[in-house]
């Protein structure tokens, strides 16, 4: 069974911690991506990554950091820099992109809450 | 600037028909997908367009006019497990997958 796969499903953070967020997927893509989904408002992209060892920034970095050591994992560091981390944090992956837009598939997402 | 109107919430009766709408002004265009999302779950794929017109799948149609940076996705035969949150994205050209989101619109279909 392929598919994408995000772990805790609930994430509590206390003031001044950072946090590490899973996200596994087993389609063999090599593209990654991580959004962040608040009330009222579309996805927003934090990282990106084509392909092993190598990620981008996306519109919101700061405050958070990725690494890609593997092809099947794509995990997110919230920081203690991003002072307004309350939100629901959905992890994808497509095929890599050459000159076609490829189709983006999303894992369950994780919702983190800060105590 | 990136910017992706949709309505914010909209209902319908089961067995209807709903016309969900999404204007876009993007700095350039690679493709438009529509995606639905169940409260606290995962986006799902719906359709995809980057060619003007309609296309069809089973209940869900989507429809593209690039001259007026409008698309539409239509449902019919509409079920009450299709109460969700539909979310237009668009990816501007610029170089690599990048996706433009709207702020999604909150269907309620009512028996």
């Known amino acids: 069974d392929g598919g994408i796969t995000q772990s805790p499903k609930y994430l509590f953070r206390k003031e001044g911690q950072n946090v590490t967020l899973s996200c596994e997927q087993n389609?063999?893509?090599?593209?990654m991506y991580w959004y962040r989904q608040d009330p009222g408002q579309g996805l927003r992209l934090i990282y990106y990554?084509?392909?092993?060892?190598?990620?981008q920034k996306g519109d919101i970095a700061e405050g958070y950091s990725v690494s890609r050591e593997k092809k099947e994992s794509f995990p997110l560091t919230v920081t203690s820099a991003q002072k307004n981390p309350t939100a629901f944090y959905l992890c994808?992956?497509?095929?890599?992109?050459?000159?076609?837009?490829?189709?983006?598939?999303f894992g369950p997402g994780t919702r983190l809450l800060v105590l | 600037g990136q910017n992706i109107d949709q309505p914010t919430e909209m209902t319908a009766t089961e067995g209807a028909i709903v016309q969900i709408n999404c204007t876009y002004q993007?700095?350039?265009?690679?493709?438009l997908f529509w995606y639905q999302q169940h409260a606290g779950e995962a986006p799902t794929f719906l359709s995809y367009?980057?060619?003007?017109g309609l296309e069809e799948k089973g209940r869900f149609s989507s429809f593209l006019s690039r001259s007026k940076g409008y698309s539409y996705l239509l449902l019919k035969e509409l079920q009450m497990k299709d109460s969700a949150s539909y979310l237009c994205?668009?990816?501007?050209?610029?170089?690599?997958?990048?996706?433009?989101f709207g702020a999604g619109t909150r269907l309620a279909v009512h028996p």
């Open positions: 994808a992956s497509s095929t890599r992109w050459e000159e076609r837009v490829e189709t983006q598939y």
């Open positions: 389609l063999n893509h090599d593209a």
């Open positions: 990554s084509q392909i092993v060892n190598d990620f």
């Open positions: 993007t700095s350039g265009f690679n493709g």
């Open positions: 367009n980057v060619l003007d």
């Open positions: 994205a668009v990816n501007p050209t610029g170089g690599y997958n990048k996706l433009i």
